[in-house]
């Protein structure tokens, strides 16, 4: 029963009732911390788009998001897997 607990286990496929209610909590903590995150910058006078996106590496994965912070977070993140694999072929 303890693996259900995890969030990976909807992710993975399993509709028991203990990780829907997961889920549905995650979704719930999701929505509230962007609904601060918007309130906050409305506060500041900025405003702030939710999209759902944490942009970076993440969001070009996860998400297909092709912005230029993703863009350029992939370019480094394939960058770093480069240089540790000539590394290791190199030792």
Same mark, same amino acid.
């Given at each position: 029963?303890?693996?259900?607990?995890?969030?990976?286990?909807?992710?993975?496929?399993?509709?028991?009732?203990?990780?829907?209610? &997961? #889920?549905?909590?995650? =979704?719930?903590?999701?929505?509230?911390?962007?609904? $601060?995150?918007? %309130?906050?910058?409305? +506060?500041?006078?900025?405003?702030?788009?939710?999209?759902?996106?944490?942009?970076?590496?993440?969001?070009?994965?996860?998400?297909?998001? &092709? #912005?230029?912070?993703? =863009?350029?977070?992939?370019?480094?993140?394939?960058? $770093?897997?480069? %240089?540790?694999?000539? +590394?290791?072929?190199?030792?």
């Amino acid at each position: 029963m303890s693996e259900h607990i995890r969030g990976a286990s909807y992710r993975q496929g399993c509709r028991c009732s203990s990780c829907v209610a &997961r #889920c549905r909590f995650d =979704r719930w903590q999701q929505r509230q911390r962007n609904l $601060a995150l918007t %309130q906050d910058a409305a +506060a500041r006078g900025e405003t702030r788009v939710v999209d759902g996106t944490n942009h970076g590496i993440a969001g070009y994965r996860n998400k297909h998001c &092709r #912005c230029e912070v993703c =863009r350029a977070a992939n370019k480094a993140a394939c960058a $770093a897997y480069r %240089q540790r694999r000539k +590394a290791m072929a190199d030792a």
